[in-house]
């Protein structure tokens, strides 16, 4: 009769959690039927990039631009109106990197600086990508066009996973970055259950106090940082990496874009890879009363002003002049 009464318990224990977990993820997908809880950061724009046909699906890379279109052409790069075929004496600049190398805002500043005639400016820049995607896209298009001097701009939010980006039942795209490693991640239930995301998502908020960058994530950061370095010493190629800061005082800075600085620096010289920090450059554009945002509110992109300024302080320690 105990263990009758005890397997009953057991039973009614399990029946329980079923329920509660069964109405959890109900009330949630009513709730927040599109939310992450902190565990990603959705693209929603990647749903219009894609029905215009600007953007598509990608198995390996999660998407990527359209190439041989009307923005990118068939080399994974902006437009331009450079030919393939080198010419004697002029340098190929390749610029890779997520929005902030798209815009061009610091690329339009060099090329003002150093001018056309001994260097070739090509933007492989892609808006949202990480470097694990960044890395991929050049090793299947960007190394065609043969650059001799390949520049890599870390934005500090690039300690993200590759994308998982499927349909919903609507029919609607649905892109998510996720903030840890593909490798600890059920792909699966991520996709279906609002419930497991939120789990994910207290997990890595609240795992150390704070949002804190995946350990997995930086290792495949570290791990992709140097098989590129041995592509390109490999090819006689040089690599230069900018790590492009947030744009406000160092002291305003979030806890989390502090430790994403501080790793991919020590990433950097672990892997002897050239680098710039760009945020020695902002005490002199606070100084000058530099406009540096493209807009207000954005933290991220440099505009116009600030890209110049930007420029200029690499072209000051010698960017091209190794």
């Known amino acids: 009769m105990r263990v009758k ?13 079923s ?20 565990a990603a950061d959705q693209l929603p724009w990647m749903d219009e990039a894609v029905r215009t046909k600007r953007f598509m699906i990608d198995p390996d890379l999660g998407f990527r631009p359209v190439t041989g279109g009307q923005f990118y052409n068939e080399y ?18 390749l610029f890779i990197g997520d929005s902030i190398t798209s815009r061009g805002m610091i690329i339009e500043g060099l090329k003002k600086l150093y001018g056309e005639d001994k260097f070739e400016y090509w933007n492989g820049g892609v808006e949202s990508f990480n470097t694990a995607q960044e890395i991929q896209f050049y090793n299947k298009y960007n190394y065609n066009i043969r650059p001799d001097h390949v520049i890599l701009t870390f934005c500090l939010n690039d300690f ?24 600890r991640i059920n792909y699966f ?12 998502g207290c997990f890595i908020v609240f795992k150390n106090g704070e949002r804190t960058i995946d350990n997995t994530i930086a290792q495949e950061v570290r791990d992709d940082l140097g098989a590129l370095k041995e592509e390109l010493d490999r ?55 530099i406009n540096m945002r493209s807009r207000p509110e954005d933290q991220v992109h440099p505009g116009a002003e600030m890209g110049r300024y930007l420029a200029g302080y690499l072209y000051r320690n010698n960017l091209l002049e190794e």
């Open 19 to 38: 329920a509660g977990l069964f109405l959890s993820e109900i009330l949630l997908r009513i709730l927040q039927p599109n939310s992450v809880f902190g």
């Open 160 to 183: 993200t996973a590759t994308p998982v980006v499927f349909f919903d039942q609507k029919g609607q795209l649905i892109v998510y970055a996720p903030r840890m490693s593909g490798a």
């Open 189 to 200: 239930l991520f996709k279906k259950s609002r419930l497991y995301r939120f789990c994910l």
């Open 235 to 289: 090819a006689r190629v040089a690599l230069t990496v900018l790590i492009a800061p947030a744009l406000s005082a160092y002291e305003d800075w979030s806890s989390a874009d502090k430790e994403a600085k501080a790793t991919v620096e020590k990433i950097l010289k672990e892997r002897k890879i050239r680098y710039f920090d760009l945020s020695l450059a902002l005490p002199g554009a606070v100084e000058e009363k």
């Open 76 to 93: 994974g790069t902006r437009v331009n109106d450079y030919s393939l075929n080198k010419r004697p004496g002029v340098a190929r600049l």
């Open 5 to 17: 009464i005890i397997l009953i318990n057991i039973t009614l224990v399990i029946v329980g959690l």
